[in-house]
DNA sequence: GTCCAGCGCGTAACCGTTTTCATTGGCCCA
DNA sequence: TGGGCCAATGAAAACGGTTACGCGCTGGAC
């Protein structure tokens, strides 16, 4: 099934192959009957140029590839999605590669790198190592959620100030005084950054600072088990009142937890997530949590990957979007029913 | 930023890039201090072969495309998941595009399946026509939740026997004998097979079928609408004591419609949706749906992929994969708290 | 009438591989 | 010692485009 060829064109049309590429791809000036011969000529045979001939001879794929661990959950989903969206306004293929913890991730994303044009890694998908190579061959990449390595560009969502104005409503409103930290500022700098501001803001009101995370994978079963816990409070001090959730993976689980513990959410028990999945809107009561814009932050990467690759050098760029806290009931809030919000 | 090529690799090993070649994919013998030098020069200067020119030679992309409405939604995550691994496992690239309803899908569309050497095309994103062109110019492709073009390879996920399967437990378990479908039969085949299984259900129990589907686009804020129109019985009848919803989004906003007609979900009214989208094991009481098995549909699509482009001919292949009632509160059955179902 | 500019177009080089076909040289056997 | 065979390798022809370069022709300036 040998497809139509460039050369098939130009004999019909009875003109040679550079005319029928530059009528084409309208790159010089071609006289008016010859354009029409040969534009029909095209239409006849349903020509259309093949990609690895024109992408050979360009030196380019007119493609980007975007690494991430995996794709439930709606948040890469989003990611991905504004990314997509921003490559093929600009006449991109989108390559996605999602390295579900596999062991022959490096392989593949080698692989992929050399697909592509540019690449866009999520989160902790990558050794540092083969993100350096591919960084210093002169590879276009932007990180995502995941901190620079070496001088490369790099976007995520600011975590810290908005976990201390979330742990300040907490404190300043509702008047806990108790908060658990559940989840593990080890495993990802977004947890980490999380956790500083969570501690900042007890710190600014001269309380005295919780005395360390509860561990918790960001995951609904390890969630329950952090919460149950935290609330049983096997040592002799008096159970927290509040639970500041690294993500709402996490505050799904605490949810069977206090409602076996027979704490009410949202009255005896405040609960905060992170992430805003679309489940949290529905939960009873409704999950108070962070937005993050992640569909901006696949459009910036994409455009940030676009400026290396058309501009060239400069120097690397590090953007942090705002994120944004949504109240609703688990914390304590006036009921807004969740029906009510607009939708997504 | 020119790379490495096969020439650079000859020369430091002072080999033909013929023998080059040879070593680099093992495609014929080689004596083994030859194979040395040339693999210590690949080592040395990273020598990755350029997809592009490999592509050219070889007369294949090594890549699969995958065409879906958007990403928005865990529906089309997951088989895309799906597809991804199984293309990934055998070392095939994947490109994805999303139509979002965009004017020029079909131009994209035709773009992508330049890139790549098959497709995969979700749902109604892509004209007939343009299906057609492609398959008559012998382009693999599958489709998925789509009725078959001409003679295309296609596959889907059950309805009709499943949604005869949930109609019947409304009425025989549950008692129920006026039943509104919400939905819309007409934009999608998917629809009007469970409009058709809800219908036989009814017949088969000698019933008076229902008059018609509310018509309701598959979206919360439709379902809504619907809803309320269908309880709030404008006509002298009496309102249904269940809703039989397309899908799960639709489901979404009968719940807020029945708190604000003071109908209690799985008490005097009865929902069903049909996707069992992770939120709907979280709503008050738990949503009564039907799982699709949607990375099993993505999988399928890849190896029927794969299956043509190696395998080549061969009558069109169609496969339906069963789907699976999940029953739950919203239904009336005995509650099970949505905290104790295993983890997805 | 001559000269020169510029337009339209074709020739051919090039992009980086794979693969066919031919060549070389060594070895075995008669 | 010569012939045949085989293994290892290189030269060169694809694969399907883009584009630098240059040529022929036309038309205006002088």
Redesign the pocket.
């Known amino acids: 099934m040998?497809?139509?060829?460039?050369?098939?064109?130009?004999r019909r049309a009875?003109?040679?192959?550079?005319?029928?590429?530059?009528v084409?791809?309208g790159?010089?000036?071609?006289?008016?009957?010859?354009?029409d011969r040969v534009a029909a000529a095209i239409e006849a045979l349903r020509?259309?140029?093949?990609?690895?001939?024109?992408?050979?001879?360009?030196?380019r794929h007119r493609a980007m590839g975007i690494v991430f661990p995996d794709l439930s959950g709606p948040y890469f989903s989003e990611v991905i999605g504004g990314f997509e969206t921003a490559a093929t306004d600009d006449d991109h293929g989108v390559m996605v590669l999602s390295t579900h913890g596999r062991e022959a991730a490096a392989d593949r994303v080698r692989d992929l790198a050399s697909r592509v044009d540019g690449l866009l890694i999520l989160g902790r998908t990558v050794p540092d190592e083969v993100i350096r190579d591919l960084h210093e061959a002169g590879r276009p990449i932007v990180l995502l959620a995941r901190p620079p390595v070496g001088d490369t560009d790099a976007v995520r969502a600011e975590n810290r100030a908005t976990a201390a104005r979330l742990a300040l409503h907490l404190i300043d409103v509702h008047g806990h005084r108790r908060i658990a930290f559940l989840g593990d500022p080890d495993s990802s700098p977004d947890g980490a950054e999380r956790w500083d501001g969570f501690v900042a803001a007890h710190r600014s009101r001269g309380l005295a600072g919780p005395d360390g995370p509860i561990r918790s994978l960001y995951r609904q079963a390890e969630g329950y088990a952090a919460a149950r816990l935290a609330l049983m409070a096997v040592d002799a001090r008096e159970p927290p009142t509040a639970l500041f959730c690294g993500n709402d993976e996490i505050a799904l689980g605490t949810y069977r937890a206090a409602t076996e513990l027979h704490r009410r959410v949202g009255h005896d028990l405040a609960i905060t997530g992170w992430d805003d999945i679309p489940t949290a809107r529905y939960l009873a009561p409704a999950l108070t949590t962070v937005r993050q814009p992640m569909r901006e932050l696949g459009l910036w990467a994409a455009r940030a990957l676009f400026a290396r690759i058309h501009g060239g050098g400069g120097p690397p760029r590090h953007e942090v979007l705002p994120t944004q806290v949504v109240l609703r009931a688990s914390c304590g809030c006036a009921t807004t029913p969740m029906q009510e919000e607009p939708e997504r």
Chains 1, 2 share one sequence.
């Open positions: 040998r497809g139509t060829t460039i050369r098939d064109v130009a009875g003109v040679s192959i550079a005319t029928v590429s530059r084409q791809r790159s010089a000036p071609v006289a008016d009957d010859t354009r020509y259309v140029p093949n990609r690895l001939g024109r992408g050979l001879a360009e030196r």
